[in-house]
């Protein structure tokens, strides 16, 4: 006759407090062995009656059974009850307790004076997968390849889950995952739960989807020419196409674009970032756009780009190229202006103002002015100096000098300034002229 809830939690109840009055007494064994069963019958309740709150329960004594088993140095019973609370976790979506407990599950088992390859394998697959699902192929393949090191692997490596996970963590995430296939059944011979079975398609279908998911990245072209300007907004767009095994689809229809880090180069200004958290319905599509700038010419680069996926609760990361592009110089647009501070007379000194005015919003830089002044009739340079160079004039910048000079005779003198420069592209632009006629009087 099927017991009640009330019976099982009664008699589980008994069992952790008989549990706990025989370690008072020294009797470790039998209290391990009324904890796991008052775990057994926690289970029973949580699983017959929905309670959920009874998982707790379970954890709490599995969790004080492996201190135990700990203790007397039972590594690899202390192993098997870490596998038993990784699974409990998977069982709550705990998912990140669950990867904790088959990492230690792991490292439990390979202090044994015998370790068992199948236990090791076992709960390092699935921790593996765990950490996959959590957005951290590195470090899962990481821990793959250090652990089967670490015991003698040939005696799993005809297993089913031996197979799967050499074609899914042999392959790094530029290239293209071949097919998996999944046979249930002997991943159950091999003792691998239902849940854990779950997890292992779940990663398999998650990486599918980004292997056959279009991700595309491209910079906006210039609407006029010479291109992308310095200073003017640069529109970028990323292109993201889902699609979905049947598996995944039961799973979920949708999936959530929480994060985009973009990798720029430093004089790379955002103007405005793409618009996330955003959700993507599998077998459609959407286009993310990002605004930014920059004030340097130059060749730059955006990206790559990294994605974080949410896929119902998990998190897979998706790398994307990057473009490259070149900005150009703001246009440079040079002024000179020649003025006279008095009225020339002849034989008299009288003073001239240069001013070079950067006219524009682009940069000029290594600027060389030089002063021509007239032979016939002669105008001398008394005070100054007739050339004059600046490092350089950002836009709305102005540079200028006095210098003076004394007319030999009455008439006409034509003066000419002469400045060269670089422009906000760092080349040599045409020269600017200025040629300016002085009427001097007796």
Request: aromatic share 8%; net charge negative; charged share 30%.
């Amino acid at each position: 006759m099927k017991k009640t809830k009330d019976e099982l939690d009664s008699k589980a109840t008994f069992l952790v407090e008989k549990g706990k009055q025989q370690l008072e007494d020294g009797k470790k064994n039998k209290a391990m062995r009324n904890f796991v069963d008052a775990a057994d019958l926690f289970e029973e309740i949580a699983v017959n009656f929905g309670d959920n709150a009874a998982w707790k329960l379970v954890t709490e004594n599995l969790v004080l059974t492996a201190k135990l088993l700990l203790d007397d140095q039972q590594y690899m019973s202390a192993a098997r009850i870490q596998k038993r609370l990784g699974n409990v976790a998977l069982i709550v979506k705990d998912y990140t307790s669950a990867g904790d407990y088959y990492n230690v599950a792991a490292k439990y088992a390979l202090k044994d004076e015998k370790p068992d390859p199948v236990v090791i394998l076992h709960v390092s697959a699935i921790y593996c997968f765990i950490t996959y699902l959590q957005a951290e192929h590195e470090k899962s393949r990481d821990f793959l390849k250090k652990i089967l090191g670490m015991f003698d692997s040939s005696k799993v490596s005809g297993t089913h889950v031996y197979s799967i996970l050499k074609d899914f963590f042999n392959v790094s995430l530029d290239k293209k995952m071949p097919k998996i296939s999944i046979k249930e059944q002997d991943l159950e011979k091999e003792g691998f739960t239902r849940e854990e079975i779950w997890i292992i398609k779940v990663a398999i279908s998650i990486r599918a989807m980004l292997d056959d998911s279009s991700f595309s990245f491209a910079i906006d072209k210039p609407t006029k020419e010479p291109g992308h300007v310095a200073g003017e907004d640069i529109t970028s767009r990323l292109d993201m196409k889902l699609v979905g095994d049947a598996f995944l689809r039961s799973m979920t229809t949708s999936v959530q674009a929480k994060t985009i880090i973009v990798e720029k180069s430093n004089d790379l200004t955002v103007v405005e970032d793409f618009a996330v958290p955003a959700t993507i319905k599998l077998g459609d599509g959407i286009v993310l756009k990002e605004t930014f700038k920059s004030y340097h010419a130059g060749n730059n680069e955006v990206g790559p780009l990294f994605v974080d996926l949410v896929v119902g609760d998990f998190l897979a990361k998706k790398r994307i190229e990057g473009s490259k592009f070149m900005i150009h110089g703001r246009p440079v647009v040079m002024v000179i202006t020649i003025e006279k501070l008095q009225e020339p007379l002849v034989g008299k000194p009288f003073p001239l103002r240069i001013e070079i005015l950067n006219e524009s919003r682009g940069d000029a830089s290594n600027l060389e002015v030089e002063v021509k002044l007239p032979t016939e009739p002669e105008l001398q340079l008394v005070r100054g100096t007739l050339t004059k160079k600046f490092y350089a004039l950002r836009g709305g910048e102005q540079g200028s000098w006095e210098l003076q000079v004394v007319p030999i005779a009455e008439g006409q003198y034509p003066l000419m300034v002469i400045l060269n420069y670089k422009d906000a592209n760092g080349k040599q632009a045409e020269p600017v002229v200025k040629e300016e006629m002085i009427e001097v009087k007796m």
